[in-house]
């Protein structure tokens, strides 16, 4: 189908992106990749009144070391987290995530503002955020503020953005000797989203978990965040028998939902699976 | 700025210069089908699944259903007519045609511009980073085998042509 009608505003710099924000309120929908807004157009699920175009708002872009961070602008393509050596060596997690995001088309326009200021629950990308204790930064006209990945998704499509606001970039801290990352999906199609997937990072010290951040996403509604996983996981030493028990703890973790993808009963089979797996490669790291 | 309904853009369209007014609700390949008589860019889904409206932007394989005709403004556009005029990609037609890796041809100028991708800096790839690579482009007829041969030979010929130093 086609889009239905709107009137269309090209931002050049932030300022002027909020300011159009706020004197169009909830009418007004931020254009950035155009990967899963114009669908929503073209299928006429939304009507907004104006699109605002951050495409040349240079402010946004970029993926830059600062400190022990990494910046990451909110309008870097998926396909430039792909290629980064930045992101390859500062950030593993992201760069094995991000070749499962859709298709290269696809990868080309997509964004990681856009991806995160959706929130579908079965990105890969916002369970990454949440894995990596990612810090999110949200600017409006009155000024910005940060916010962690993990209050950043409450719910399904959901997220701790005002409408005033734009996601302006991440910060996400830099790799360190200690830490490892494990990454697997299930997927009907190489690109599809995930139906359930697990994106994990670890710290390691004398072949002991110091800590353990795994995330399932796809199944949930949101991201969640393995906590009787991470309990099981606390200051054992990486085995076989550990991943066993990584593997049995998470069942109190999953609340999965029954839909067209899958029962609930086979999506819990299947993240446990995931999980193994995603274990292993932090062992074997 | 103002927010508008109707635009007046200028971009270049397979090395041609154009100027022209549109609405900003028109996507991309709408302009180049209805407005340019460009139709060998094939509309599918209009939801970005099926890959038969890929098209190149400023050289980059973009869904030409998702974006605005107003986003081009500025940029450089090549469809399949442009490639094929070009001869960038005559060595992947032929095989194409020799392998008969198509049938009606609905999905094959899509399949054509994202194989080209890479074709441009070839490298080994096993039959699965080719199927990976074309994942978001459907083929309702072929069931892919012969696309995949088709693109898997031309790589191995460019490579051993050496088109991989250039
Ligand atoms: C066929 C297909 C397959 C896909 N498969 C996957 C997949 O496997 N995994 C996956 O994760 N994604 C997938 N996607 C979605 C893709 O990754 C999108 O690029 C992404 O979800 C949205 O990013 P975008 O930049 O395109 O955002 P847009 O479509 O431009 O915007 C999405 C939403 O976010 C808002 N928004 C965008 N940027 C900002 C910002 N900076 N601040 C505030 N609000 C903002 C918009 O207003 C809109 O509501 C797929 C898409 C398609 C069409
Ligand atoms: S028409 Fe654009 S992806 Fe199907
Ligand atoms: S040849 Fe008919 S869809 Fe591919």
Same mark, same amino acid.
């Given at each position: 189908?086609?889009?239905?009608?709107?009137?269309?505003?090209?931002?050049?710099?932030?300022?002027?992106?909020?300011?159009?924000?706020?004197?169009?309120?909830?009418?007004?929908?931020?254009?950035?990749?155009?990967?899963?807004?114009?669908?929503?157009? /073209?299928?006429? *699920?939304?009507?907004?009144?104006?699109?605002?175009?951050?495409?040349?708002?240079?402010?946004?872009?970029?993926?830059?070391?600062?400190?022990?961070?990494?910046?990451?602008?909110?309008?870097?393509?998926?396909?430039?987290?792909?290629?980064?050596?930045?992101?390859?060596?500062?950030?593993? *997690?992201?760069?094995?995530?991000?070749?499962?995001?859709?298709?290269?088309?696809?990868? /080309?326009?997509?964004?990681?503002?856009?991806?995160?200021?959706?929130?579908?629950?079965?990105?890969?990308?916002?369970?990454?955020?949440?894995?990596?204790?990612?810090?999110?930064?949200?600017?409006?006209?009155?000024?910005?503020?940060?916010?962690?990945?993990?209050?950043?998704?409450?719910?399904?499509?959901?997220?701790?953005?005002?409408?005033?606001?734009?996601?302006?970039?991440?910060?996400?801290?830099?790799?360190?000797? /200690?830490?490892?990352?494990?990454?697997?999906?299930?997927?009907?199609?190489?690109?599809?989203?995930?139906?359930?997937?697990?994106?994990?990072?670890?710290?390691?010290?004398?072949?002991?978990?110091?800590?353990?951040?795994?995330?399932?996403?796809?199944?949930?509604?949101?991201?969640?965040?393995?906590?009787?996983?991470?309990?099981?996981?606390?200051?054992?030493?990486?085995?076989?028998?550990?991943?066993?028990?990584?593997?049995?703890?998470?069942?109190?973790?999953?609340?999965?939902?029954? /839909?067209?993808?899958?029962?609930?009963?086979?999506?819990?089979?299947?993240?446990?699976?995931?999980?193994?797996?995603?274990?292993?490669?932090?062992?074997?790291? | 700025?103002?927010?508008?309904?109707?635009?007046?853009?200028?971009?270049?369209?397979?090395?041609?210069?154009?100027?022209?007014?549109?609405?900003?609700?028109?996507?991309?390949?709408?302009?180049?089908?209805?407005?340019?008589?460009?139709?060998?860019?094939?509309?599918?889904?209009?939801?970005?699944?099926?890959?038969?409206?890929?098209?190149?932007?400023?050289?980059?394989?973009?869904?030409?259903?998702?974006?605005?005709?107003?986003?081009?403004?500025?940029?450089?556009?090549?469809?399949?007519?442009?490639?094929?005029?070009?001869?960038?990609?005559?060595?992947?037609?032929?095989?194409?045609?020799?392998?008969?890796?198509?049938?009606?041809?609905?999905?094959?100028?899509?399949?054509?511009?994202?194989?080209?991708?890479?074709?441009?800096?070839?490298?080994?790839?096993?039959?699965?980073?080719?199927?990976?690579?074309?994942?978001?482009?459907?083929?309702?007829?072929?069931?892919?085998?012969?696309?995949?041969?088709?693109?898997?030979?031309?790589?191995?010929?460019?490579?051993?042509?050496?088109?991989?130093?250039?």
């Amino acid at each position: 189908m086609k889009a239905p009608n709107f009137a269309y505003l090209r931002a050049t710099d932030l300022p002027g992106a909020l300011a159009a924000l706020d004197s169009y309120g909830t009418g007004a929908r931020i254009l950035a990749g155009g990967q899963s807004l114009m669908p929503a157009l /073209n299928f006429r *699920l939304d009507v907004p009144e104006v699109l605002i175009d951050i495409n040349g708002v240079a402010a946004l872009t970029g993926i830059e070391i600062q400190g022990d961070v990494i910046r990451i602008g909110a309008l870097t393509r998926h396909a430039e987290l792909e290629a980064s050596a930045v992101i390859a060596a500062e950030a593993p *997690l992201l760069a094995a995530a991000v070749r499962h995001v859709a298709h290269p088309a696809i990868r /080309n326009r997509g964004t990681i503002g856009g991806s995160l200021s959706l929130a579908d629950p079965a990105a890969e990308l916002p369970a990454c955020m949440v894995a990596l204790e990612a810090e999110l930064v949200l600017a409006s006209s009155a000024g910005s503020r940060t916010i962690g990945a993990a209050a950043f998704f409450r719910g399904l499509f959901e997220t701790d953005r005002r409408p005033n606001e734009i996601l302006v970039e991440v910060r996400v801290k830099r790799q360190t000797p /200690n830490r490892r990352h494990g990454f697997a999906e299930l997927s009907r199609r190489h690109g599809d989203f995930a139906v359930v997937g697990i994106a994990c990072q670890a710290d390691v010290a004398d072949a002991k978990v110091a800590a353990l951040r795994l995330v399932v996403f796809g199944s949930e509604s949101f991201p969640r965040v393995a906590s009787h996983a991470a309990a099981a996981a606390q200051g054992r030493v990486l085995s076989r028998a550990l991943r066993d028990d990584i593997v049995a703890a998470l069942l109190e973790d999953l609340d999965p939902s029954d /839909n067209l993808q899958g029962g609930a009963a086979t999506k819990r089979q299947w993240a446990q699976i995931l999980a193994g797996r995603v274990v292993a490669q932090i062992t074997a790291a | 700025m103002d927010a508008v309904t109707r635009a007046t853009i200028t971009l270049s369209v397979n090395g041609e210069p154009i100027a022209a007014t549109v609405p900003v609700r028109q996507h991309l390949v709408d302009f180049l089908r209805e407005d340019l008589g460009l139709t060998g860019s094939h509309l599918g889904c209009e939801h970005g699944v099926c890959g038969a409206c890929t098209v190149r932007v400023d050289g980059i394989a973009v869904r030409g259903c998702l974006m605005l005709t107003v986003q081009a403004d500025g940029r450089r556009i090549e469809t399949i007519e442009g490639l094929s005029e070009s001869g960038a990609i005559a060595d992947l037609q032929a095989e194409f045609v020799a392998r008969n890796a198509l049938q009606c041809g609905f999905c094959t100028s899509g399949m054509l511009i994202t194989a080209a991708a890479l074709l441009e800096r070839p490298r080994a790839m096993s039959r699965g980073e080719i199927r990976e690579h074309l994942s978001g482009n459907y083929c309702r007829c072929t069931g892919y085998q012969a696309i995949v041969d088709a693109v898997a030979s031309v790589l191995a010929g460019r490579i051993a042509a050496g088109a991989g130093d250039r």
